[in-house]
Nanobody, 122 residues
Framework: QVQLVESGGGLVQAGGSLRLSCAAS?????????MGWFRQAPTKEREFLAA?????RYADSVKGRFTISRDNAKNTVYLQMNSLKPEDTAVYYC?????????????????WGQGTQVTVSS
């Protein structure tokens, strides 16, 4: 069983930056998990943003603005978010998949954090 805890959300003005962190505990060696970031805005479905599993993959909506990285020694994955827009406002979740193959589908991930709110004001 893997526990994931996100942090780093908050209120930021449009054009600003935030870095989200997701600390993992339990389970196997952290480096053996594919890690992903998703978000969900009110009334919308959960949206894939980025994944890391050896290589990285980004949604078109955040490519060039968001960067996923991981520190396997600290069991932590990060999401650096730059040039934030009001439409980036959502609850942001990290997720772990019990295989080192990334996926853009939420249903492929086995473990989820509780989420952290990101609000971007105009």
């Amino acid at each position: 069983q893997v526990q994931l805890v996100e942090s780093g959300g908050g209120l930021v003005q449009a054009g600003g930056s935030l870095r989200l962190s997701c600390a993992a505990s339990g389970g196997r060696t952290f480096s053996s998990y594919a890690m992903g970031w998703f978000r969900q805005a009110p009334t919308k479905e959960r949206e894939f943003l980025a994944a890391s599993a050896g290589s990285t993959r980004y949604a078109d909506s955040v490519k060039g603005r968001f960067t996923i990285s991981r520190d396997n020694a600290k069991n932590t994955v990060y999401l650096q978010m730059n040039s934030l827009k009001p439409e980036d406002t959502a609850v942001y979740y990290c997720a772990a998949r019990g295989t080192l193959l990334y996926s853009t589908r939420a249903r492929d991930y086995d473990y989820w954090g509780q989420g952290t709110q990101v609000t971007v004001s105009s």
